[in-house]
């Protein structure tokens, strides 16, 4: 079982560059979710999708854009990657909304991202 | 202010030796989460605790969840070098947003 699958695992951006994170799924999940994790801070969420075609805002969404591409893949774009960007990002996944289902969230291994 | 507090932030313990990782919210629990990351890696699923007084046991790691005090243990009975990791708490504390609301971690070391 693949889970939830993160591409690349780790990358390295210049100031000003842009870039897709990839995520998908095969546990055939409605819901799934961008969060970063930095020291000091722990994990925070960036966006989220209850479903395919829908997308909202969740702790820190500056700077970032998400499409929920259909019900597998929820990709995370940098538009114009800053410094303060350099973070783990971690996808998940959950049958629903979390607050419907109260099931597990499922995460991915990360992807290690470094702006310079 | 943090809303999920983790206690301590970090923890080196002897091989063999028991250990309690605390997890306190500032606001009312309705369910409790506890995740394991290994460094370098995503997060783990361990338990979930969804109601005052439950108690959850998987091998060696017991979890409690006190909803009078909005506070969470994780213990951990004999601890082997397959316990050093980052454990984190996460709940549901409401707001806006969908999805948990996570501590920043108790980072654990088992010294042979």
């Known amino acids: 079982n693949a889970g939830v699958t993160q591409t690349p695992k780790f990358q390295v951006l210049k100031t000003g560059q842009s870039m897709t994170l990839q995520c998908a799924q095969d546990m055939n999940h409605n819901s799934m979710y961008w969060y970063r994790q930095d020291p000091g801070m722990g994990l925070r969420l960036i966006y989220y999708s209850a479903s395919e075609g829908t997308t909202d805002k969740g702790e820190v969404p500056n700077g970032y854009n998400v499409s929920r591409l259909n019900k597998r893949e929820f990709s995370l774009r940098l538009e114009s990657a800053a410094p303060s960007q350099t973070s783990v990002y971690f996808c998940a996944s959950s049958p629903g909304l979390f607050r419907s289902y109260n099931s597990p969230l499922h995460f991915g291994n990360g992807t290690r991202l470094t702006v310079t | ?112």
Do not use: R
Request: net charge neutral; charged share 20%; aromatic share 8%.
């Open chain 2, 1 to 112: 202010s943090q809303e999920l507090e983790q206690s301590p932030q970090s923890l080196i313990v002897q091989e063999g030796k028991n250990l309690t990782i605390n997890c306190t919210s500032s606001k009312t629990l309705y369910g409790l989460y506890w995740y394991k990351q290994k460094y370098g890696e995503g997060l783990i699923f361990l338990m979930m605790l969804q109601k005052g007084g439950e108690e959850k046991s998987h091998e060696k790691i017991t979890a409690k969840l006190d909803e009078k005090k909005q506070q969470s243990s994780l213990h951990i009975t004999a601890s082997q070098p397959s316990h050093a990791g980052i454990y984190l708490c996460g709940a549901d504390l409401g707001g806006g947003a969908d999805g948990l609301t996570f501590g920043k971690g108790t980072h654990l070391i088992i010294q042979p």
